[in-house]
């Protein structure tokens, strides 16, 4: 049995109302262990908006709810947990945001330095990526398996495999180790739907021995 699960992310821009209603069917559909907010050109009050929508949703179906980038609306709003990339804010005032029981999580692109840095000073987890092209952002650094296999071979701090990932090119990530698949592109524009998306997931992920 693979315990690699998933990771959703928003859309760049959504309604959170009817996007709330998208959400909860997705996270019905199947195993999702975290949803993180991430919208980057949105203002404050839209993000709080947001929040106050999805929040209720997420943590009614059991996920943890996580906000990219700002560690003071995660702490504001009651998140449980932020994500913050290598040119936002440190990895201290994100753990004094969110508190010791709170997560705290790293994109460290293709750098095993970074994540090892990022593991010594109390990262819950690190990200990798971007394993594929996506249609999400302009990917700064392309990672590929090997990096996922060598780190779940070596620590213990859990791993995030991000970036173009779908049902059918996921396996050769879950099978090097990755702990957590993020998916944003793969979930939200799937033609079958997001529901259809989730499940799609977990039956490329059961196909998966476990590492």
Not at 105 to 121: F, I, K
Not at 170 to 189: K, M, Y
Request: with cysteine.
């Amino acid at each position: 049995m693979n315990d690699c699960r998933l990771y959703l992310i928003t859309p760049p821009r959504l309604e959170p109302s009817k996007f709330a209603v998208i959400l909860a069917r997705a996270l019905e559909a199947g195993d999702v262990a975290s949803v993180q907010i991430r919208l980057k050109e949105a203002i404050d009050d839209d993000i709080r908006w947001a929040a106050e929508a999805l929040g209720p949703v997420v943590r009614d179906r059991g996920a943890a709810f996580i906000l990219n980038d700002r560690p003071d609306l995660a702490k504001e709003m009651e998140f449980d947990g932020v994500h913050i990339g290598q040119d936002d804010a440190s990895l201290p005032e994100a753990r004094q945001a969110v508190g010791a029981d709170g997560i705290v999580g790293v994109t460290c692109h293709d750098s095993r330095h970074l994540a090892m840095v990022a593991a010594e000073n109390g990262a819950d987890y690190v990200s990798f990526g971007a394993f594929f092209p996506t249609p999400t952002k302009k990917a700064k650094t392309r990672a590929d398996a090997e990096i996922i296999e060598i780190w779940s071979e070596t620590t213990i701090v859990p791993l995030v495999a991000i970036g173009g990932i779908t049902p059918q090119n996921c396996s050769p990530l879950v099978r090097a180790g990755a702990d957590f698949l993020a998916v944003s592109s793969g979930i939200w524009d799937h033609p079958k739907g997001p529901a259809a998306a989730v499940r799609e997931f977990e039956e490329a992920i059961g196909r998966c021995e476990a590492p």
